[in-house]
């Protein structure tokens, strides 16, 4: 089955910095990544995902980068700010409908 | 919408009890997965049905895990007898058939605690 890596597992900023968080799938019949921001007490939320079939996608200060051929992708978020500050997850669908998750990143922004 | 519902969003119970979590997915949803959040496994999917048929059930650690979909808006998740290892957060996701990729939308989850 899908596995999936990610790192890396705490990650600390400052404020305005940049943040990049990296995954990597063993199955290359993945063709969805998406990434899930959860904040202390509450499920995942859906932030970005990104398909097989393009290379980058942004969202304002949030950018998704994949590499089929290495099978990795990367989050980066620019300018962070304190309210990033959550625990990070990606994860990868192979088409059968269930994700399989990354083991998350704890992304600490100091002001 | 109000988005995925879980209940209760705390339950402490004692070790042999049974334990019920429910979910209500969002309307109109087709997908619905039972996920259990550790700190050692971190994420884990249990189980998801799909127009209420299980799809794939092979998540569930135990046989004292068990879960139905009685009607499209309605989902339980059962453990019995519960131990204290099952203490985690469960979450319940779904999503919409339509279209070829799989947004999934999470419920704040239950947070269970076996004493």
């Known amino acids: 089955g899908e596995n999936v890596e990610q790192h890396p597992s705490t990650l600390s900023v400052q404020e305005g910095d940049s943040a990049v968080i990296k995954c990597t799938y063993s199955d290359s019949a993945s063709n969805y990544f998406p990434w899930y921001k959860q904040e202390l007490g509450k499920g995942p939320q859906l932030i970005i995902d990104?398909?097989?079939?393009?290379g980058e996608k942004k969202d304002q200060r949030i950018a998704v980068t994949l590499n089929k051929t290495a099978k990795h992708f990367s989050l980066h978020i620019t300018e962070t700010q304190p309210e990033d500050s959550a625990v990070y997850f990606c994860?990868?669908?192979?088409?059968?409908?269930?994700?399989?998750f990354g083991s998350g990143t704890r992304l600490q922004v100091q002001p | 919408d109000a988005g995925v519902i879980q209940s209760p969003r705390h339950e402490v119970t004692e070790m042999g009890q049974e334990v019920t979590l429910r979910c209500k997915p969002i309307?109109?949803?087709?997908?619905l997965f039972w996920y259990r959040q550790t700190m050692m496994r971190g994420l884990e999917l249990l189980i998801y049905?799909?127009?209420?048929?299980?799809?794939?059930d092979s998540g569930m650690p135990e046989d004292r895990f068990s879960a139905k979909m009685p009607n499209a808006s309605f989902s339980t998740l059962k453990i019995q007898p519960s131990e204290p290892r099952d203490s985690a957060v469960y979450f319940c996701?779904?999503?919409?058939?339509?279209?070829?990729?799989?947004?999934?939308?999470f419920g704040p989850g239950t947070r269970l605690t076996v004493l």
């Open positions: 996701a779904s999503s919409l058939q339509a279209g070829p990729y799989n947004e999934q939308f």
């Open positions: 049905f799909n127009n209420n048929v299980p799809i794939d």
């Open positions: 994860a990868a669908d192979t088409g059968r409908r269930a994700l399989t």
């Open positions: 309307s109109g949803h087709d997908y």
């Open positions: 990104i398909r097989s079939n393009v």
